[in-house]
């Protein structure tokens, strides 16, 4: 097997993850599965923003680890989680990094959600939704 290519953010594929102290809030039918004020988020080259939400503050009891594994040369291996309650829509919905490259090592402990395979991932800025 060949080995991994490993890149560094820079210039041309910055990445920055900056503490987002609004409420972040995500439901799968219906239900609150991670609500925190302590989300990090990730910008990466110019991909949408992702919420990292502590796992801490994720509702591990309706997480479920499954054999998907995929591979970022800026950020390292990706696990991922299903929600069942979530049927069919929601499996492999979250993703993590267990040991992230040093550059995005904040995001340790931390997971993020697919939005299309949750029912929503709000952000609250002072008070309101966004």
């Excluded at 591979?71 to 990706?78: F, I, L, Q, S, V």
């Excluded at 402990?109 to 929503?120: I, L, S, T």
Aim: with cysteine; net charge negative.
């Amino acid at each position: 097997m060949a080995d991994k290519p490993v890149l560094e953010p820079g210039p041309d594929h910055p990445i920055t993850i900056t503490p987002n102290h609004n409420r972040v809030v995500v439901t799968v039918a219906g239900k609150v599965v991670a609500d925190t004020r302590n989300a990090l988020t990730l910008q990466e080259a110019s991909y949408p923003p992702v919420q990292y939400v502590p796992l801490s503050d994720v509702d591990e009891s309706v997480l479920e680890r499954t054999s998907t594994e995929t591979y970022c040369p800026y950020k390292g291996d990706a696990s991922y989680y299903s929600i069942p309650l979530g049927g069919d829509t929601a499996v492999d919905a979250v993703w993590e990094y267990r040991d992230p490259r040093p550059a995005v090592a904040a995001i340790k402990d931390h997971v993020a959600f697919y939005p299309d395979r949750v029912d929503g991932i709000d952000v609250e800025a002072d008070g309101a939704r966004s």
